[in-house]
């Protein structure tokens, strides 16, 4: 015997409202984001939040919205600007300003967790009446009014910790700057690697001199002379010279292939008709194939390279700097583009004006097993590359 099933109606996801704290501190909330609609965008406010434990009240200070189309849409607050009184809740109205009409309309609540001090709940519930947001193909009876969401604030002990390694102070401290610190610290891992591998390419031409780091070579004590320059443009202009030239090579063997074709053509009887089609191909072909060599070639000047080689070891030299001090503003302005019009300078680069062509070099990928006798030295330390990893 079949059992009795109950249907129930599915809930609406493509039109639900949900609160997201997106950024706090120790403090209050800093940052909350509402997403009113699956696919209808994200409303992001910057607020300024504190807790009185007396009251047990979340009190809000200040509530702007974080300014996207500001043309398009403009919002109003039933506090209006003013946020004087102690209120931990606030009424927002969105407008579209074309269609002159409103379109989202939520309260949001803040509050403090029962029986706890460092852990804010958060509330938003849509206002909007039913009938004035029905929209065709949309079940809005179904659609949850409310949603709750909370966070625990940083504690002190956690913003000390993390504003130590970013040398700012614990009030600079948020959830923002502790993932970008982190995102720091990672890249810091990765990136020692990579700059053990490029250093010790760099400096194989002066281990003669002693020299394995390539920040002694940009010091004041030991400045990177016209000598050792040309030692190091040397090696790398060798390496990449035989890259070049056998590409080269290749690109020529296609032409000369292609020209016999043509060669053909011209002497088949059906140039007129059915071939002529292949052969304007061909001509554009090897045209194509000319200026690849051309751009090849233009890289192959050993004076660009130079020019390059130079910038490039004072662009890793401050790297190395940041890198052993654990220098966190150093790396969060080239993260987020600050402060950062020397390193723009040296990285106007010769070797940017043709960095479509590393396609061209079809270096095959082979496997090589560690027989456990390579060595690496990273950061001033020779170490056993197997070890490494």
Excluded at 35 to 48: A, S
Excluded at 164 to 171: K, L
Excluded at 291 to 304: H, R
Excluded at 314 to 325: D, K, P
């Amino acid at each position: 015997m079949e059992k009795d099933k109950t249907y129930k109606p599915k809930q609406n996801r493509s039109s639900i409202i949900r609160i997201i704290l997106s950024n706090y501190d120790m403090i209050g909330i800093k940052e909350l984001k509402i997403l009113y609609q699956k696919q209808g965008g994200v409303d992001t406010f910057n607020l300024e939040s504190s807790i009185d434990l007396d009251s047990r009240k979340v009190i809000i200070k200040s509530f702007k919205v974080k300014a996207k189309e500001i043309k398009r849409y403009s919002f109003s607050y039933d506090t209006g600007d003013n946020f004087s009184e102690d209120k931990n809740s606030v009424t927002i109205t969105k407008v579209d300003n074309i269609l002159n009409k409103e379109i989202r309309k939520y309260k949001i609540t803040l509050s403090l967790k029962e029986k706890t001090t460092d852990v804010i709940l958060a509330e938003v519930e849509d206002k909007l009446e039913e009938s004035e947001k029905k929209v065709s193909g949309i079940r809005t009876n179904f659609r949850n009014r409310t949603s709750k969401t909370e966070r625990k604030l940083l504690s002190q002990e956690v913003c000390k910790n993390y504003s130590e390694i970013a040398r700012v102070s614990t009030e600079d401290i948020d959830s923002l700057k502790i993932y970008k610190i982190k995102r720091f610290l990672s890249y810091r891992s990765n990136l020692l690697m990579y700059f053990a591998l490029i250093n010790n390419f760099l400096c194989a031409p002066l281990k003669n001199e002693g020299i394995t780091e390539i920040w002694k070579i940009s010091k004041e004590d030991a400045p990177l002379s016209d000598e050792r320059l040309e030692k190091i443009t040397g090696h790398v202009f060798n390496t990449l010279s035989k890259e070049i030239e056998n590409r080269v090579n290749q690109l020529q063997k296609r032409i000369s292939k292609n020209n016999r074709e043509i060669e053909e053509l011209k002497i088949s009887c059906n140039y007129k008709n059915n071939n002529k089609r292949k052969y304007n191909q061909l001509e554009l072909l090897n045209k194509d194939l000319d200026k690849k060599i051309s751009e090849l070639s233009g890289y192959s000047s050993k004076e660009n390279l130079k020019q390059d080689l130079k910038k490039v070891i004072e662009i890793f030299s401050n790297f190395r700097h940041a890198l052993m001090h654990y220098d966190y503003m150093y790396f969060e302005n080239l993260f987020e583009n600050k402060a950062c019009d020397n390193l723009k300078n040296l990285l106007d680069l010769n070797f940017f004006k043709y960095t479509k062509l590393i396609e061209e070099f079809k270096i095959e990928n082979k496997t090589n097993y560690l027989d456990g006798e390579e060595k690496l030295s990273v950061l001033g330390k020779t170490k056993n590359i197997k070890n490494l990893y």
